[in-house]
């Protein structure tokens, strides 16, 4: 019985060696994407310190719907992550120049506006920084709309169900951190409502 006794101790000692370390991987870290590890210090310097306009969070307000731009950032970087990695999966290489040639694409899909070029670059800075975030976070914002937009084009998806079915293998192996909510693969965000800023709207299999 006594050695019966050592062995469980033993066991659960391991066990909770075992954990503390996984604790310990996962300290900083806003989520993971199959693997690869997108740190809170990454999602921390895309907010600007004077937070969001008082005219977004009423306007988000009168819709029922919740300001944090710390949330929609993360979520961004994920979807960057998860259609990179699905194109690497496909053996899909993207050039600097196709992803250019989406730009004012992207943009326009992320905005809701018709706008080109530089003009449409300022528009995104300008609704940016009146949700909290940094103007150096669009070229991110975009270049996730952009991959989407490849992938989408260069696979000849058509649907929402063919595009949920290619990025599958990498959308369900997200884990985030319960501070930023939990993430949903088949939606390709997080379970809360789209904060950053109302303007961005996600547009699956466009």
């Known amino acids: 019985m006594r050695r019966r006794r050592i062995l469980v ?8 060696v075992a954990g503390l370390a996984a604790c310990r991987t996962n300290v900083g870290a806003a989520a993971r994407v199959d693997g690869h590890r997108i740190a809170e210090s990454e999602v921390n310097g895309y907010l600007l310190p004077a937070g969001v ?6 306007a988000a307000k009168q819709q ?11 979520m961004f970087l994920i979807r960057e992550r998860v259609f990179q990695q699905t194109l690497d999966r496909y ?23 018709n706008l080109t070029g530089s003009a449409l670059d300022r528009r995104i800075d300008e609704l940016l920084s009146q949700s909290g975030v ?10 996730s709309e952009e991959l989407e937009l ?3 084009e260069k ?33 390709l965000k997080l379970n809360e409502e789209p ?12």
């Open 64 to 74: 029922g719907h919740h300001v944090s731009p710390r949330s929609q950032i993360l």
């Open 195 to 206: 904060v950053l800023p109302s303007f961005v709207s996600p547009q699956p299999g466009a």
């Open 134 to 143: 940094r103007t150096s976070f669009r070229p991110l914002l975009l270049r």
């Open 155 to 187: 696979r000849k998806i058509t649907t929402q169900a063919e595009l949920t079915k290619a990025v599958t293998p990498v959308a369900s192996k997200v884990s985030v951190s319960s501070r930023y909510g939990s993430w949903d693969p088949s939606a």
């Open 150 to 152: 490849l992938l989408v």
């Open 91 to 113: 053996r899909i290489s993207v050039t600097e120049g196709e992803l250019a040639g989406q730009h004012d694409r992207a943009g326009s899909l992320l905005v809701g506006a």
């Open 53 to 58: 306009a008082p005219n977004v969070v009423a």
């Open 9 to 16: 101790t033993a066991v659960a000692a391991t066990l909770a």
